[in-house]
């Protein structure tokens, strides 16, 4: 039987829990603290997610611990009744989730919790602990969710198995969070927040969706491509690239044109980043499509399929073919078209001559599709830039500005502005020297702000031949009829111990061009032996290092863990190899026994 405080009791828990559910408490919080309603926004769910998605780190921390007092308070009115009967805290929790989901429009979890901590602190570790467990396992938050669900019931039958009370009232909880989870969408999933938009208004459209890389920092090229995988790189550096997102390889577009607004005020581009696109060799340019002035979603779907489809054209196919290069997959890179008042393209060295300190530029007025379209005939300029020229600091990331005092000298005539050409020059020997390899450079101005809209390897300037290692291992001059031996052992040589190596890695690799004769001298192939020094995960400047003996340094630890067991394949063929020899001390006899005849004779 109830005393009379214990109705007392229990009627206040039936009418002040649902009570203190039902109060607004993130809604008013939200909206003083960010100006949002909540109500108004998204799913329209006025939960702790929803906080933070649309009104930012502030006002869902207010939120957490508004939600948090709730269920705590839940919690200590019921043991102030009942202090011998735990089921009331749980009958508590129960109506408090009611009212916070039927009037105040949330699911009840973080109230939960916290009640949860107050009222059965060791279930809450132990189903926290096996539901992290669970879901590294699940990788699925849905599921993660009903886990924990689950394991709270479980939790509390196997450690109170003799209370069924309160075993049931468990139950019914864990119930009716899980009917609740299944009714009430989550502002989480969604694929875009209001306050993301609004942030990045100038931009159109931001990431939502795990799918959505952003060019905000480095990309690995294995997901986002060659091309997205080298601006990500530029970025983060400091060079001025537009704002973009890459849709991985293999992945639905369909959340990256449901967040894009594209429109006549804001168009977007879409450009093909391919695997293994702008390499030191072959650059693929002309060979994917890029597509911009998109101004709607309709648009923009269709120019994302006709993206990915050039990657499988005959013409790319045949490409790829003749340069001995690895199939592999197309990104998608999304980026916000600028407007350009003067465009084109900048060559760090000139790509014809292939000598001097010339920058050569062509410019034209208009967007940067006119020049690279090869519709008109643009403006030729070149800008002599000398090496002392150049900052001491490439990593300052404004030391890609020019200088004022600096004076470059401008060959050719033109409507583009001197000191435009002038800050193109210097950006683009600046590229050359942070990327330590000559650039091929495409460039917009918009009447305020020089863009860089991509950079990569001169790929006519390749391959580089090199005497730096030759002349040590293969000295002097070497007659045809020697070099006809030598080379294939060589080039076999060193094949196969990269192929050791590299594993997969070394797919694409033409180990025969490995080293040629020169007037009678050997010469490596540079452009070879860097390719494979960066599959190999070593420093970009290993190149430099070949030709012209640059500082070499130390690679990250985790290119050495990387490379750990393709060095154990090639040691334990080495390991192999010794054992023969010391297994057949007379494997050679035969031979030495003739030739020392012969000599005898």
Known sequence: MLTLTQVWGAVL??????????????????????????????????GVSAAFYHGGT?????????????????????????????????????????????????????????????????????????????????????????????????????????????????????????????????????????ARVESQRLFGFFQGDRALLSLEKPLPETKAGGKAAALSQLKAW?????RGYVLAAGDDPTALIAITQPSPQQPVIVRSSAIGEDGVEASAAGQYLSLGNLTSQEELAAAITRCLNSYNAPAAVQYRRDRNLPEGTMAVLVQQQIPGVYSGVAFSRDPIARTGDAVVIEALPGGADQVVSGQR??????????????????????????????????????????????????????????CRLPQDVEWTFDGQQLWLLQSRPITTLYPLWTRKIAAEVIPGVIRPLTWSINRPLTCGVWGEIFTLVLGRRAKGL?????????????????????????????????????????????????????????????????????????????????TLERTGSATCR
Not at 384 to 406: G, K, M, R, Y
């Open 510 to 590: 033409d180990f025969e061009t490995t080293a040629t004769l020169h007037h009678g001298r050997a010469y490596f192939n540079a452009s070879l032996l860097g390719d494979i020094f960066l599959r190999m995960g070593l420093p970009p400047e290993s190149l430099e290092f070949l030709t012209r003996g640059a500082k070499f340094s130390k690679p990250p630890w985790q290119t050495t863990v990387r490379n750990l067991p393709g060095l154990w394949r090639l040691a334990q063929r080495e390991f192999r190899l010794v054992k023969i020899l010391r297994r057949s001390p007379t494997l050679f006899h035969p």
């Open 13 to 46: 828990i039936f009418v002040c829990c649902p009570l203190i559910g039902a109060a607004p408490l993130t809604l008013g919080l939200v909206r003083l603290l960010s100006g949002k309603n909540l109500a108004h926004l998204g799913t329209g769910n006025v």
């Open 58 to 194: 502030v006002a869902g921390v207010a939120s957490v611990l508004a939600e948090a007092g709730k269920g705590i308070a839940a919690v200590l009115l019921a043991q102030h009744y009942f202090p011998l009967d735990p089921t009331w805290q749980v009958v508590a929790l129960i109506a408090l989730v009611m009212g916070r989901y039927w009037v105040a429009k949330g699911a009840g979890t973080t109230n939960v919790i916290w009640g949860f901590v107050v009222y059965d602190p060791i279930t809450v570790a132990l189903g926290l602990g096996l539901s992290f467990l669970g879901f590294t396992l699940v990788r699925q938050k849905r599921q993660g969710r009903t886990l924990a669900l689950i394991l709270a019931a479980v939790i509390t039958a196997l450690r109170h198995s003799q209370e069924g009370t309160r075993i049931l009232a468990v139950v019914c909880l864990c119930t009716l969070l899980g009917w609740i989870y299944q009714k009430m969408p989550d502002d989480l999933d969604m694929p875009a927040t209001e």
């Open 238 to 242: 400091g060079y001025p690239v537009p």
């Open 377 to 434: 005939t643009p403006e030729s300029y070149q800008v002599i830039i000398q090496p002392d020229d150049l900052p001491d600091d490439l990593t300052d990331p404004d030391s890609w500005l020019q200088p004022q005092a600096l004076d470059l000298a401008v060959e050719g005539q033109g409507s583009a502005p001197a000191r435009l050409i002038q800050q193109v020059a210097f950006l683009a020997r600046h590229l050359e020297a942070r």
